[in-house]
């Protein structure tokens, strides 16, 4: 085919300007290979066939398996294409990935857009390449290479606000989200003191988590309750929590045994019994008075 001289270029280049976006998406629908092998003009190996894409073997593939999965409809790249559409050729790019894997046996699949001639782009149609991989097999190869802390800051910089602005998300100040974290911080330090109480499956108390009892809890043991959780269950405060004291239990007998007459009393031996507190009305002290020792 003759190559266009440039009065018929210019002529062409004019009558495009006047085009409005439908009379533009037909020709470049008219112009495109693509949507030719869509509509079954050109002849093609589908490997995968819905309303709203197709899938065929690439002709001149990077690796056996390469695929090419593009939408129906024309569009040239990927800002064109709407939303509800690309997230089906998203969907549609993970299963035709998963098969690769299997069928092929592949090592991995590299799944990549070519979006605009800079970056690769040969056809004016948008599409998903899918290409399995092979550990080792040299496709693609890339060099390595570090972004310096500065460029990196410049790039951010430069994307970040217009990045925010499409999403619809905004940015918050660094007075903002100092504010936020003080106000979090003073929120969650008063709570984790005041609210949260330790005890075991086995104890008959709670306590805050500076009591002595509460550290001598093994950690495989510890249970921790919310203040509700511990107000509702079984358990009783310790003194660390109510700032009472508990009243010690008095023996059930407070009378001396009996002596037989004639028999000397006998003496109590071994440290046990000689170890144990005793509080001034001779009751045996509670592990909530040993615990004060410790305060």
Known sequence: MPEPTEEQRKRWEEKIKNMDPEELQELQRQQCIFCQIVTGKIPSKKAYEDSACLAILDINPAAKGHILLLPKEHYAIMPQVPEK???????????????????LRADGTTIFIANGAAAGQRAQHFMIHLIPRKTGDGVLPAEEGLVGTEMAAKVKAAIEQKLLALLGGKKPMQKDLAQKAESEQETKLPLKEAEIFIT???????????????????????IILSKEEAEKSARKPCTCVSGKRIPLVKPASSSKPKQSKGLPAKKTSGSKASAIPKTKRGGEASLDDIAHLFK
Do not use: M
Not at 85 to 103: D, E, F, P, Y
């Open 200 to 222: 075991s499956a086995a104890a008959k108390r709670y306590h805050k988590e500076k009591c002595p009892f509460a550290q001598n809890i093994p950690a495989e043991k510890k």
């Open 85 to 103: 559409v690309l997230g089906h050729l998203s969907t549609v790019a993970k299963n035709l990935s998963q098969v690769l894997l299997k069928v």
